[in-house]
């Protein structure tokens, strides 16, 4: 199973990004993925995820700026960022391929994608 993250880059505060993470390979379509944020020295938090319902999770802190979502016709995951905030500068991975639970861990990662909000 492959993962790319695509869509991140440099924005505004205020601003918004729509996040991409296409998979290939032997995946089940509607297995559970996620996105998750990884600040500089820290570790991976998971921030969005959807199950293999459509039934989405979202970190406490972050519901109402993020939307995630899926076209499976396309094979694409997608995360909204909205109202971006300087805090939310960080790399954002794309997980597949759920050990167990819709919200992780996941087999699957991606290279990231860099999201930088400037003030």
């Known amino acids: 199973v492959k993962v790319v993250e695509s869509g991140g880059g440099l924005v505004q505060a205020g601003g918004s990004l729509r996040l991409s993470c296409a998979y290939s390979?032997?995946?089940?379509?509607?297995?559970?993925m996620g996105w998750y944020r990884q600040y500089p020295g820290k570790e991976r938090e998971l921030v969005a995820a959807?199950?293999?319902?459509?039934?989405?999770h979202y970190l406490d802190s972050e519901k109402g700026r993020l939307t995630i979502s899926r076209d499976n016709s396309k094979r694409v995951l997608y995360l909204q960022l909205t109202n971006l905030r300087p805090e939310d500068t960080a790399m954002y991975f794309c997980?597949?391929?759920?050990?167990?639970?819709?919200?992780?861990?996941?087999?699957?990662w991606g290279q990231g994608t860099q999201v930088t909000v400037s003030s």
């Open positions: 997980a597949a391929e759920p050990y167990g639970s819709s919200r992780g861990p996941f087999r699957s």
């Open positions: 390979g032997d995946i089940v379509s509607l297995d559970a």
């Open positions: 959807m199950s293999s319902s459509g039934r989405t």
